[in-house]
């Protein structure tokens, strides 16, 4: 046996230690269900966290927009976006938070509520992201509607990308396009069963569509987490 000395001190053996995931460097397999499944699972385990962050924002908005609507009077054209940036703005702040928030449940990390308020450093670039999106979408719902539709699928990784990966406004554009290239078509079909995911918890007393919609955000971002080469981990299996 080469290299065995006879005379030295034995050795404990050596444990494997898990390397920490990194990405492929291209997109990874995902499905819908799969996807519903990883938003559940992570919706069950932190759901003070999550469903209580998702309030707070909506609580927030809602509050700011009927302020501003006492305020403005809504026949005065010259005033008639200010409400709309106002809230472009507020929501920009807070989806940085959520992105976060949502992003390590879907990483299955404990997720910090403190971090709702952490938007601070990517605020201006989701700002202008935002509202790039905004006439980007517009634009092509002006062209017949379906157009709009391929835009929004085609750009509906770039929140994430802004700031998970710190890119400018118009790198996230660029690298959601390229991103979802393949994935469209299955990206259209969550959002169909999203919506019919939301309508079942409207329908169970209301406060289920909640508990919904944060299984779709967390669903959400795993499919981007695989669509970045990331092997975020799935579900955990049910016991029952």
């Not at 509906?156 to 959601?176: E, H, P, T």
Request: hydrophobic share 55%; charged share 10%; glycine share 10%.
């Amino acid at each position: 046996m080469s290299g065995y000395n006879p005379y030295q001190a034995p050795r404990a053996p050596v444990e494997a230690v898990a390397a920490p995931l990194q990405a492929t460097g291209g997109p990874l397999p995902w499905s819908i269900g799969d996807a519903l499944s990883v938003g559940w699972d992570r919706t069950k385990r932190w759901w003070p966290t999550l469903v209580f962050s998702l309030l707070l924002v909506q609580g927030i908005q809602q509050g700011v927009n009927y302020g501003l609507q006492a305020l403005i009077p809504p026949d005065d054209a010259a005033l008639a976006f200010i409400p709309s940036i106002i809230d472009i703005a507020i929501s920009s702040f807070f989806s940085v938070g959520l992105i976060r928030i949502t992003l390590a449940a879907a990483r299955r990390q404990e997720p910090d509520f403190a971090t709702l308020f952490s938007g601070g450093d990517r605020w201006l670039a989701v700002f202008g992201l935002n509202l790039l999106i905004a006439l980007l979408v517009l634009a092509g719902v002006l062209a017949l509607i379906i157009p709009g539709i391929i835009v929004a699928l085609g750009l509906s990784m770039s929140l994430w990308i802004c700031v998970d990966q710190n890119k400018s406004a118009m790198d996230s554009i660029q690298a959601s396009w390229e991103m979802t290239k393949g994935h469209r078509g299955s990206l259209f079909g969550y959002g169909f069963v999203g919506m019919l995911v939301a309508f079942v918890g409207l329908l169970a007393l209301i406060v289920g569509v909640f508990p919904a919609a944060t299984t779709l955000y967390v669903g959400m971002a795993w499919i981007y987490l695989r669509l970045a080469g990331e092997a975020a981990p799935g579900a955990e299996p049910d016991p029952a």
